[in-house]
């Protein structure tokens, strides 16, 4: 996450093992698995953050990088039901990609907060404590 030295916005260094996609992004997936929150903090403490898709370029490569499962992505409604937002408080629908999987979201069982990327499928709810595989996204505009 960007960090505040005076007034000025300071950029972190970009991770050393996220994958460059020219004109996209840095990314790694993290094929180990954490819950919504771990996975959040360990984005933020390799300097970067969850993954959250913008544009149709940017959906092909989390497509590309989560090919079994779901993995989660920088987005929830954790704060109220229905309402999707990402870790940044932007509502999802603006974020530019909203495209869910078939018959999600549908927080099954009432408990299902935290946004993940379904393989092959599309956006999903899924419970936030479960340990799932995760996407973290270095933004190109911080390595400018
Ligand atoms: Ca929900
Ligand atoms: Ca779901």
Same mark, same amino acid.
């Given at each position: 996450m960007p960090g505040f030295v005076g007034r000025k916005l300071v950029p972190p260094s970009i991770p050393n093992d996220y994958q460059l996609y020219p004109g996209v992004g840095y990314y790694k997936y993290h094929s180990n698995?954490?819950?919504?929150?771990?996975?959040? @903090? @360990?984005?933020?403490?390799? *300097?970067? #953050?969850?993954?959250?898709?913008?544009?149709?370029?940017? #959906? =092909?490569?989390?497509?590309?990088?989560?090919? @079994? *499962?779901?993995?989660?992505?920088?987005? #929830?409604? =954790?704060?109220k039901e229905g309402e999707f937002i990402t870790i940044f408080g932007e509502p999802l629908a603006a974020t530019g990609f909203t495209r869910w999987a078939p018959n999600q979201p549908d927080d099954a069982g009432g408990k299902e907060d935290c946004g993940t990327y379904w393989a092959g499928q599309g956006l999903n709810d899924i419970p936030c404590s479960i340990a799932n595989f995760f996407v973290c996204e270095y933004d190109l505009a911080w390595a400018e």
């Open positions: 698995t954490l819950t919504f929150d771990e996975a959040n @903090k @360990k984005c933020a403490e390799e *300097g970067g #953050h969850l993954a959250i898709i913008n544009s149709e370029a940017e #959906h =092909q490569v989390i497509k590309s990088l989560v090919t @079994k *499962g779901t993995a989660y992505l920088g987005f #929830h409604d =954790q704060i």
